[in-house]
Structure formats: structure tokens, C-alpha cells
């Protein structure tokens, strides 16, 4: 999973699969999941993402790190 900002266009990506997405869908206001060809996510855009998020922050919680896990 990557997770990517782009500045210049106020959006954020959210890569959740190394799959190709070939449809998508809007689920609010300029949120978009992108759908593999059996209909399964592969990646959330945020358009305005500083107005949807603070940005300034990311806090991961229980999340794997190869056999180790964070405890938040």
C-alpha cells in the first residue's frame, strides 16, 4: 500500500493493490475508488484532499509491520 499527496492538484492517492483499476466510482464529493475488473478496490483519490483531511498528520495504529506489529 502507498499512500501519495500531490501538491500542485490538492489530491491524495491511496494505492491499496499492485492491480491495474479499469472503473470507477464516486462515493462523495470528489472521492473516487478505482476498481479492479472484478469490481474490487484498488485505490481511493481524494481530490481537495485539505479540505476532506488534515494533512498534517497520519497516525497508524495496529498496523503490520512484516512480523511485528504497532500497537496503538
Known sequence: ???????DTDSLYIDLAERAGVDTQEVGDGIVIDL??????????IDQASKHLDLRTLDLRRFPLGAEKVAG
Open 1 to 7: 500500500m502507498r499512500i501519495e499527496y500531490f501538491p
Open 36 to 45: 479492479d475488473a472484478d469490481g474490487h478496490p484498488v485505490g481511493i483519490d
